[in-house]
């Protein structure tokens, strides 16, 4: 079982930049994807990106491709979001999401198994 937790989300300016964190706990996160997802009011929720835990590979969406970076600490057993260049509509809740999978292309809801509470983003103009 794998329990994650989002954290770093808040008001920003348009412009600016968040990093979102998501620590897991209960294993390791090796040999796992872990993936990126935000929901605005009214919207489905959307796939952002995902990482391989063992080899660092990541995959975007083209939505924000070049704005957003997905990293992790495998020592901290910690996932990133790096968000820059914030436009409005990147307001959402996001959450992070984990699958035992050696792999990265997993970009839908239903692929994950763990998912964390969520974090408010709100990007102000």
């Known amino acids: 079982q794998v329990q994650l937790v989002e954290s770093g989300g808040g008001l920003v300016q348009v412009g600016g930049s968040l990093r979102l964190s998501c620590a897991a706990s209960g294993r390791p996160l090796s040999r796992y994807a872990m993936g990126w997802f935000r929901q605005a009011p009214g919207k489905e929720r959307e796939f952002v990106g995902a990482?391989?835990?063992?080899?660092?590979?990541?995959y975007y969406s083209d939505t924000i491709k070049g704005r957003f970076t997905i990293s992790r600490d495998t020592a901290k057993n910690t996932g990133y979001l790096q968000m820059n260049s914030l436009k409005p509509e990147d307001t959402a809740v996001y959450y992070c999401a984990a699958k035992n999978y050696y792999g990265v292309r997993l970009a839908t809801e239903k692929d994950y198994d763990y998912w964390g509470q969520g974090t408010q983003v709100t990007v102000s103009s």
């Open positions: 990482i391989s835990w063992n080899d660092g590979y990541t």
